[in-house]
């Protein structure tokens, strides 16, 4: 079945099987290895990618769903000026370990503070909830999402 | 030695030395470049899946793969029968179907005669993609005869229980280990007993027994376990992609079992997404990929599913700890003695030291100085999955500082003391180190008493129980539960310890390049804990070269020297110390060096950090970069004296190290539903020096979520049957950033006195630490209700039952 998914910024023409989920679909047809897998039941998160703007664990969803849309991976964050401040952020406060987690956490990381610059420690654990790290104990990734929130333009330290 | 001097900043601003610093490695992982074993694609590479067994025990009657090798894309089919086909040099049997495990004995590759657990391997699809490789699965017939289960420990030397290892010519399922024992023993059977006997007719004494269970859990890293093997046809040469916490190992292992020679091998480990003792064993699906790639002559790449990954990969646990204590009333612990059951599954695959079967439990006498312990562990064949070498940490430590915390907790209750009270009166003194425990442990270092005061301190533990007091009044509930632990970490000196006869030091090789600039080999593994910067700080730390010039190689066993890996927290105690000997090394050398161009003697000069200078003319020196260029130069070199600034070290710990720590957690409990909300967790840790305390405190907040998970949520359980119950992440509950508070950390520092730089290692400390203070916060809370004791995990069912009286277990299905 031939599909066009923009991925970010780029469209990709591709003749897939309508079954393909779109985490295979990001990382074996298109080689972006930054999203992971890492549950057959949707609830670690560790494949978490922005469709239309919007956090999407990309193992619950077919890639044919994604035909016409837009897709924004852990790939995309950086931009010309360097890192996206929550990039910067993991950095910063140690919000990271094996890394496995990570670009999951950070796609719904910059989510959050985007819908809500002021956004609480207890909304930002609410917010990643529905995601998974084994390493980490979650302390730092909240001060990590919470560092993005007050340095929007991030900083020269890590950049 | 208290605390470490500051180290002077270099130009990139990160510390000489040791201090927290930013992670070198973050900067690939935060742009998703990082380079775990899934994301290894060859060209023409093929994928594997496994056909498991839905049996808990049965008899394999027949296997049919006719229609999924007709399947379009399939490419070969792997059976038992094929394996069994393959012949190999009879050192571990004479055929592929089986292989040894870490405990000497022999575990299915694909199961032959018979299935012994839910999820064992039964055939292997290779076919062009993975989708293809899971639909030729549904093709594959395999006519079963159930036969009878054997899912409780205690049922398992039942003589009417089926017998699992009749392939070993088994009559019954007890296991014996590679010296000829069926249960394993330490401490003083006999002083023991007699102290005990004698509490029990003294009036001023108390007794208290008390059954606890350490349920069987998994460590589930978010990566799961995978391998991408690739034999070359021609050259012979395989080369084996693999999540491995123990490359060097794992090599030796794959020489022993596939009969390779060992110097065509070559295992990387590239990213490890976490590890926790999973990814410590050598998997039947590793060696079915190498198996593939003989077969089919092309790579085969093979990654578990979550559900394989909790049904078949290593468990932890799995301990049934019947405990004594023997106290006078004051609260002076007299002696400890426990029996334990130890579920080991179908194929005995613990990774003890050969001399040290029970494996760390040893530690079960906690940090307490008292004369009489013993402890008798009885393992047995069940029908679950092998292992028990997981999550952190999992040479039974876990299991044991589990036990003592929670039988001091009982003894408290019994004596109607403060919990911290007793702890206090009993806790090793400062001037007893080193101190040699009943089981003949001898503990490095340590300020118990400084470091529990102030976790007291920090949480306020004296108004805490005001504040208990007067909620109780109300009919509200609040515990606040404490554990002070001591771990034995840094496997281990030779004499004592090996795994599968191989000796567990280290070994490590500096090369300091012509311009100044480092390389690093290391044989440890890291998966997540930061090698990369914290091994180049310990560089940085003893040669002045910063940080940032030196590049930490690990991972890939053609370009590391042997070692045994990470698990047991042992990077730090002995690849560490590796690190800081093998600089030492160097810096020797660089006297030398240094002096032939000074003109002066090795003995006129002194180090200061990054350079050698001529006592009491500091002008004339020459700096490691310096030195460095005129080793690689035209400098004459003294006699004896080679080119080069490199060097190679294999660090032999001469004792363990012994981390320790006080946590107390306090928590509020619902007693309508069950409820457990953790209100705040204070850590105390005293984990020796720390070389990067941004480090150091990560990897005790994941421990401390792991602890919360084990006490609260996460079980494998099975049914009767023996099916499992805690097969993927909607059964297998894992704490989410909700269920862990803010955790609040302190520190004491007590270096270790034989370590080159007085580290401990600390990866494992607060999983070790932390179950029994959220449990004993937990029993706390609901003790008005009459509860001495419940079962992990105490999920809201379970404490809702302890409030109303019902025993817990939690070893098999809830009824
Ligand atoms: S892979 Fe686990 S939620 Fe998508
Ligand atoms: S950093 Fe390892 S799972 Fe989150």
Redesign the interface.
Known sequence: MDVTINVNGTDYIRDI?P??LLVHFI?EEL???????????S??G?CVVWVDDEPVKSCTMLAVMADGHRVK???G??GPDG?DPI??G???C?G????????GM?MTGRWLIDKNPDIS?EE???G???????????????EAIRWAAEHPKGSE??A | MTAVEEAPISAA?NPIGFGSM??K????????????V??V?LPGMLHGAILRSPHAHAKILSIDTSRAEAHPGVVAVITGKTLEGIPRPALLGDNFAWMPTLSYDTQAVLATDKVRFQGQEVAFVIATDR?TAKDALELIDVDYEPLGAVMDAKKAMDPSAPVIRDDKGQTDNSITDVLGNKYWESGNAIGTQEAIDKAKADPNCVVVTQEIMYPRVH??????CGSVAYLDPVSGQLTLWTTSQAPHAHRTVYALVAGLPEHKIRIISP????G?GNKVGVYPGYVLSVVGSIVTGKPVKWME???ENLMSTSFARDYHMNGTIAATKEGKILAVDVDVLADHGAFNGVAQPTKFPAGFFHIFTGSYDYPNAHCKVTPVYTNKAPGGVAYACSFRITEAAYFIERLVDCLAAELGMDPAELRLKNLIKPEQFPYETPTGWVYDSGQYEKTMRLAMEMVGYDELRKEQAEKRARGEYMGIGISFFTEGVGAGPRKDMDILGLGMADGIELRVHPTGKAQLRLSVQT????HETTYAQIVAHELGIPPEDIEVIHGDTDNTPFGLGTYGSRSTPVSGAAAAVVSRKVRDKARLIAAAALECSPDDLEWSLGKWSVKGDPDRAKTIQEIALLSHGSLELPEGVEGHLDATAVYNPPNLTYPYGCYICVVDVDPGTGQVKIRRFVAVDDCGTRINP??V??????????GVGMALMELIAFDEDGNCLGG???DYL?P???E?P??ELGETVTPSPHHPIGAKGVGESATVGSPAAVVNAVIDAISPFGVRHADMPLTPANVWRAIQGNPVRVDMAVE
């Open positions: 099987e079954r393909m990382r080689g972006l290895r930054g999203t992971h897998w890492g549950c057959d039941t609830n670690c560790t991976t852990v790939e964050l950086e890192l990039q910067q993991f950095i910063e140690h990271l370990q094996c890394g496995f987690c990570t670009p950070m420690e930002i654990r609410e990643i909830s529905g995601q998974i790290c084994r390493c980490t104990g979650y302390k730092n990734i909240v330290v890590t | 601003g930013k992670r490695e973050d900067q690939r992982f935060v742009r998703g470049q990082g380079n775990y899934d994301d694609n989708y460590p589930a890293p978010m990566e799961t990213d490890v997404g976490g926790f599913d979550r559900s998966q997540g804990q930061g941004m480090i405190e990560g990897q005790v907040h994941g421990g401390l979520a792991d993927s992440f909607m894992l989410t950033a909700v862990c803010d955790w």
